[in-house]
């Protein structure tokens, strides 16, 4: 089973920018899809982003104008650049695959990012 690690949270103030990256320990072109998730305090897991294996992306509503989500498949990291970061972005981000029909339902540790003057 592909293991994912993500990386590259922290804090960061209302406004600015950060790249977060899901390394794979196999090969993500395996996949139909990579994806980005996050879950906020007392909220649900929501998709963040997807990066399908033929070159398709799609984005949340939260996510559209401020998100890109891109893949190094030499790599195999998946990354998810994040700009003009507000405060209700804070949440714990987490990469996931889809296999087959649906995403795994193994999941990470995620990385936190917090917004916040």
């Known amino acids: 089973q592909v293991q994912l690690v993500e990386s590259g949270g922290g804090l960061v103030q209302p406004g600015g920018s950060l790249r977060l990256s899901c390394a794979a320990s196999?090969?993500?072109?395996?996949?139909?899809?990579m994806g980005w998730f996050r879950q906020g305090p007392g909220n649900q897991r929501d998709l963040v982003a997807v990066?399908?294996?033929?070159?398709?992306?799609n984005y949340g509503v939260i996510a559209k104008g401020r998100f890109t989500i891109s893949r190094d498949k030499s790599k195999n990291i998946v990354y998810l650049q994040m700009n003009s970061l507000k405060p209700e972005d804070t949440a714990i981000y987490y990469c996931?695959?889809?296999?087959?029909?649906?995403?795994?339902?193994?999941w990470g540790q995620g990385t936190q990012v917090t917004v916040s003057s």
């Open positions: 990066s399908g294996r033929d070159g398709s992306t």
């Open positions: 196999g090969s993500i072109s395996n996949f139909v899809a």
């Open positions: 996931n695959s889809f296999q087959r029909t649906a995403w795994s339902s193994s």
